[in-house]
T-cell receptor, first 113, second 112 residues
C-alpha cells in the first residue's frame, strides 16, 4: 500500500522560529511531492512542490528539502509567523495518465506570538 | 481567475438517503479529483475524471460515484448514506492531470 508518513502530529513554535515538518514515503514511483496548507473551514492550498530529481526548493520563507535515498522530505518555515498557524499536509503524487495524491496525516502548527 | 467552486458548502442528511455534490473547476482545467477528509482517516482519494472519463478510483465502496460533464464540471453522488460518510468532501482541479491540484473549500456533509 502506498503510504506517506508525516510527523509530528502537532507542533508549537515561537514567533520568528523555524518550523520543521517531516514526511517519509515508501513507493519510489512517485512523480512529485507537494505541500498543502489548510486553514479551518477552507480547502488545502498548494504551498510548494518539488520533483524527486531536486534536493531543495525555496519559495519565500518556505523550503522543501528532499532526500531521495532516504525517501524523506521536509518542509521548513523560516521566521514563522502567527498567520502560519494552520494544518500542513505533505503529499506524494503518482502520474499514470491520471494523477493521484497520497497524503500524510497532517501537522497542526501553532505559532505563538 | 476564480478558484474551484463547490456547492453546497454544508449538507445535512439522514441515513439511507442519497446526496449529490457539485464541483466547478478552475477555468481551463480538465482534470477533476475528489477527496474525502475525516479526522480519523485524513485525506483519502475517491476518484479522478478527465474529459468525462473516470481514470482512477480509490478504495471506496460502489455507493460513491461521480461523473464529469463536457464543460469539466463534476458531480459526486453518494447513495444509501451511512453515519461514517460524514466528512468534508473536497474537489480539486488541475491542467491535464500533470500540474499540481488546486482545491475548493469543500462540502461539509453531516449524516444524522
Amino acid at each position: 500500500q502506498q503510504q506517506v508518513k508525516q510527523s509530528p502530529q502537532s507542533l508549537i513554535v515561537q514567533k520568528g522560529g523555524i518550523s520543521i515538518i517531516n514526511c517519509a514515503y515508501e513507493n519510489t514511483a512517485f512523480d512529485y511531492f507537494p505541500w498543502y496548507q489548510q486553514f479551518p473551514g477552507k480547502g488545502p492550498a498548494l504551498l510548494i512542490a518539488i520533483r524527486p530529481d531536486v534536493s531543495e526548493k525555496k519559495e519565500g520563507r518556505f523550503t522543501i528539502s528532499f532526500n531521495k535515498s532516504a525517501k524523506q522530505f521536509s518542509l521548513h518555515i523560516m521566521d514563522s509567523q502567527p498567520g502560519d498557524s494552520a494544518t500542513y499536509f505533505c503529499a506524494a503524487v503518482i502520474i499514470q495518465g491520471a494523477q493521484k495524491l497520497v497524503f500524510g496525516q497532517g501537522t497542526r502548527l501553532t505559532i505563538n506570538p | 481567475k476564480a478558484g474551484v467552486t463547490q456547492t453546497p458548502r454544508y449538507l445535512i442528511k439522514t441515513r439511507g438517503q442519497q446526496v449529490t455534490l457539485s464541483c466547478s473547476p478552475i477555468s481551463g482545467h480538465r482534470s477533476v479529483s475528489w477527496y474525502q477528509q475525516t479526522p480519523g482517516q485524513g485525506l483519502q482519494f475517491l476518484f479522478e475524471y478527465f474529459s468525462e472519463t473516470q481514470r482512477n478510483k480509490g478504495n471506496f465502496p460502489g455507493r460513491f460515484s461521480g461523473r464529469q460533464f463536457s464543460n469539466s464540471r463534476s458531480e459526486m453522488n453518494v447513495s444509501t448514506l451511512e453515519l461514517g460518510d460524514s466528512a468534508l468532501y473536497l474537489c480539486a482541479s488541475s491542467l491535464a492531470g500533470v500540474q499540481p491540484q488546486h482545491f475548493g473549500d469543500g462540502t461539509r456533509l453531516s449524516i444524522l
